[in-house]
């Protein structure tokens, strides 16, 4: 017996949050969005899903809504604002915090959502605009196993691997360690593409050899990929990047975390060449 297609609202129709928006309509889920720039509806005229005039209106309509939305303010605002999606949500709702935030943002808005009978799942993904085409995110979730299983077909609509990882916040925790690593191996791989060519090799020979060797990761792949540097990839992500590896200095020190200095202080190496501070 199948399992029902469940209502899905959708708020954040970004270079990301649109993929994945468009691979739950494909599914066969009703489909309600929401946006504040109306421009980025106009793709999905004929698609059949639905807009909405506010967060709450979109609530109404749906049994699970997700968020792909920037930062922790967006988060509190499309989520605990008056016309936000907990002034719309029946109970038995879900809210999916897809964006990448502070846990305790997670944690707050759970427990503020859990008063009213609806759940908070986090569940931050990785892999960009492309991996979401594909259906290949990687999904990280972190809240009550049953409302894992319950929103599983949403995810593996966008996600795969999907990938319970332990109880609110737990997902927010593992993307920040995953961005933290990926901003120190930006700097790594951009350094020794530098280094090459300081010591006579051709930069774009070298950045076709050692992807395909056992240096190989997703991050040489960028940075070979914008030539060598990171002047592309800061412009396109750098403040992003920043605000994550920040996020993970305010959790390290708060619970007093003394591992992954060296982690942390490639991270921040890494940033700096990018012009950005943590």
């Given amino acids: 017996m199948s399992t029902p297609a469940l209502r899905v609202g959708f708020i954040g129709l970004g270079s990301q949050g649109a993929p994945m928006a468009r691979r739950v309509i494909r599914a066969g889920h009703e489909t309600t969005l929401w946006a504040r720039r109306p421009a980025t509806l106009a793709p999905f005229e004929g698609t059949g899903a639905r807009t909405a005039s506010s967060p709450a209106e979109l609530a109404t309509a749906s049994d699970v809504v997700c968020l792909c939305v920037v930062d922790d303010a967006d988060v509190e605002h499309v989520v605990a604002d008056p016309d936000g999606v907990l002034a719309g949500l029946r109970r038995g709702g879900v809210i999916v915090v897809h964006s990448t935030v502070h846990p305790d943002t997670c944690r707050r808005l ?3 959502a859990r008063t009213r009978g609806v759940s908070l799942m986090d569940a931050p993904v990785s892999g960009g605009g492309r991996a979401a085409d594909q259906g290949a995110l990687v999904v990280m979730a972190g809240g009550d196993p049953e409302v894992f299983a319950r929103c599983r077909p949403v995810f593996a609509t966008y996600g795969d691997p999907v990938v319970h990882v332990g109880p609110t916040g737990s997902g927010q925790l593992a993307k920040i360690l995953n961005n933290l690593l990926f901003t ?3 700097g790594l791989a951009a ?3 530098g280094l090459g060519a300081a010591l006579g090799l051709d930069r774009a020979a070298l950045s076709r050899v050692l992807p395909r060797g056992s240096a190989a990761s997703f991050a ?6 914008a030539g060598g ?3 592309r990839i800061a412009a396109h992500a750098g403040s992003l ?3 994550d590896v920040r996020l993970f200095a305010e959790i390290a020190d708060r619970s007093g975390v003394r591992d992954g200095a060296m982690l942390r202080e490639a991270a921040v190496a890494a940033l700096a060449a990018m012009g950005r501070r943590p």
């Fill in 241 to 243: 990047l920043a605000k």
């Fill in 220 to 225: 040489l792949d960028r940075v070979a990929d």
């Fill in 110 to 112: 759970e427990a503020s």
């Fill in 229 to 231: 540097g990171l002047d």
């Fill in 184 to 186: 120190a191996h930006l």
């Fill in 191 to 193: 350094d020794v593409l």
